[in-house]
């Protein structure tokens, strides 16, 4: 079974360097593992025995389209009332412990691996049982297109998603994708992005998707902007549109991360 990163928690000893690679800056920023402690975690109105880290928020000027939680969850604990905006939808991901999804009145058993998409207002809760469970929650306004209504919610897992290479790569890049990427109906994708050793993006990309990638295994060079960062499990980074990115994985195992971006929607000409 995949061993996926989680926060560290805790608080690091009056021995420690303050010194660590945590950056905010107009193009990009850093959280890395090292900093998502006990003091700087949040809680919820409508949840209960559950704490999270918020990682993304919408921000003027910088990233606007999503947030992203990590969501700990004690056993007993969890929610009926998750979600409070109406038109918001979501992605889960669970990266440790074992709980219950309810969708539409159905259970399914949740553990390290499910995924689940939910769409706006869509009736779900979750309940923790062991662990904690903990899981990402990805939110984001569900926006309206011709001819679009939202798609239904599903529950899967990681090893029931397509794995594609991507071309001319031989396996060394690849996405483990959870919805086809031409189904118009979903505006942003949560994806798994996979390197093996030696793997890399070889060219710069800029383009106007906001990314929000979350390092579930391994470590890598990547490049933010003009900047070349390492990263390792645990950490995250947080693009606006238009920042360069690329990657070398350089091992000695693999290099993974849980991706999202904004997609198949037109771009407002003015404030939504």
Not at 220 to 236: I, P, S
């Amino acid at each position: 079974m995949t061993d996926y990163a989680t926060p560290p928690a805790g608080l690091p000893g009056q021995n420690v360097m303050s010194t660590d690679r945590a950056m905010f800056t107009t193009a990009y920023a850093v959280i890395p593992h090292g900093v998502q402690r006990d003091i700087v975690t949040s809680y919820l109105p409508g949840w209960h025995d559950t704490r999270l880290w918020v990682l993304a928020r919408p921000l003027s000027g910088f990233a606007e389209t999503f947030s992203h939680y990590i969501m700990e969850v004690a056993d007993g604990g969890g929610s009926t009332t998750p979600e409070p905006e109406g038109d918001a939808q979501g992605v889960l991901f669970v990266v440790a412990g074992t709980g219950t999804l309810t969708v539409a009145g159905q259970d399914h058993a949740i553990a390290p691996g499910s995924y689940a998409y939910l769409p706006p207002g869509c009736d779900w809760a979750v309940k923790g049982e062991s662990g904690p469970l903990t899981f990402h929650w990805l939110r984001k306004l569900w926006v309206p297109g011709v001819g679009l209504e939202p798609a239904a919610a599903f529950v899967t897992s990681e090893a029931d998603g397509t794995t594609v290479e991507m071309p001319g790569t031989d396996g060394a890049w690849s996405t483990t994708r959870f919805v086809d990427p031409g189904d118009l109906r979903h505006d942003m994708h949560v994806n798994i992005v996979n390197f093996e050793p030696g793997g890399t993006i070889p060219f710069a990309e800029t383009h106007v998707m906001e990314h929000g990638l979350y390092v579930l295994e391994g470590k890598a060079v990547y490049r933010l902007n003009r900047d070349w960062v390492e990263v390792e499990a645990g950490d995250y980074m947080w693009l606006r549109a238009f920042c360069p990115q690329s990657c070398y994985a350089g091992g000695p195992g693999r290099f993974r991360y849980l991706l999202y971006k904004d997609v198949n929607r037109h771009m407002p000409l003015r404030p939504l």
